[in-house]
């Protein structure tokens, strides 16, 4: 089975890039993209997945917003918040929320920072799953 990844931003920009980056590094992940919150929110609703890249500022409910959502339905999931806003308030609540943080722009350490966090983050919870 495949590991899928939702990556959610209103820049198309940054879905492409994000989404070749992460693919660069990882072709057997699926990647699949939403542009708002609103419908990442309709895509989580059919079907699962393993991981979410997430924009802090989209239209509707912002990145925060909806990592709790998601977390109100997947406590185990990896997030990390990818954006350029840097308010510390954004990123204290971040780590608050046990979300990893990311600074754009998208470039390629960043996103294989990204990859490497979940790829650490399902090696840890699945060496707890088998204990």
């Known amino acids: 089975m495949s590991f ?3 990556i959610v931003d209103d820049s198309q920009v940054c879905l492409m890039l994000t989404r070749g980056y992460v693919q ?5 992940w699926s990647c699949s993209t939403a542009g708002s ?15 979410y890249s997430l924009d802090y500022n ?11 959502w998601i977390r109100g339905r997947d406590q185990h999931c990896f997030i ?5 806003n840097i308010m510390n308030y954004i990123e204290d609540q971040a780590m608050t929320d046990k979300i990893n ?17 979940i790829e650490r983050y399902k090696t840890a919870y699945f060496n ?3 204990k």
């Open 80 to 84: 990390g918040l990818l954006t350029s």
């Open 24 to 28: 660069s590094f990882r072709p057997d």
């Open 128 to 130: 707890n799953l088998v």
């Open 101 to 117: 943080y990311y600074r754009k722009p998208a470039k390629p350490d960043v996103i294989q920072q990204f990859v490497s966090d």
């Open 37 to 51: 919150a609103e419908e990442a929110m309709t895509l989580i609703e059919l079907q699962h997945f393993d991981a």
């Open 4 to 6: 899928k990844l939702l």
């Open 58 to 68: 989209l239209p509707g409910r912002n990145g925060l917003e909806l990592a709790r």
